[in-house]
């Protein structure tokens, strides 16, 4: 079985701004009734578009790591850490 260097799981390395952009309006683009807050269920249909095995796992971590206020929701000030989370674990756009 393949290992994986603690580090390489461990830093964060900044996407460029225009991934991350692309990121982040890939997460807006899923608000589907407008309201400028991700549900869980809008976040897990937002995984699975990016090819997530385990959109619904991975849209539950998400909003754990980034919704500050715990309101359940991510709202557009919360969007950059749902977008840093992203990026740590290889969910990139334009490859």
């Known amino acids: 079985m393949g290992r994986i260097p603690f580090n390489a ?8 701004p ?9 997460f807006q683009k899923y608000d589907s009734n407008g309201d400028g807050l991700l549900s869980k269920a809008e976040l897990e ?3 699975k ?25 991510i709202s557009l000030e919360e969007l950059d850490e ?3 989370y992203a990026a ?6 334009g490859k």
């Open 49 to 73: 578009s990016l090819g997530s095995h385990m959109p619904n796992w991975r849209a539950h971590r998400a909003l754990n790591h980034a919704d500050a206020n715990g309101d359940k929701f």
């Open 45 to 47: 249909n937002a995984f």
């Open 18 to 26: 225009t991934n991350e952009k692309q990121l982040r309006d890939t």
């Open 9 to 16: 799981v461990t830093n964060y390395k900044p996407l460029p």
């Open 88 to 93: 740590k674990h290889g969910y990139v756009l």
């Open 82 to 84: 749902v977008v840093k």
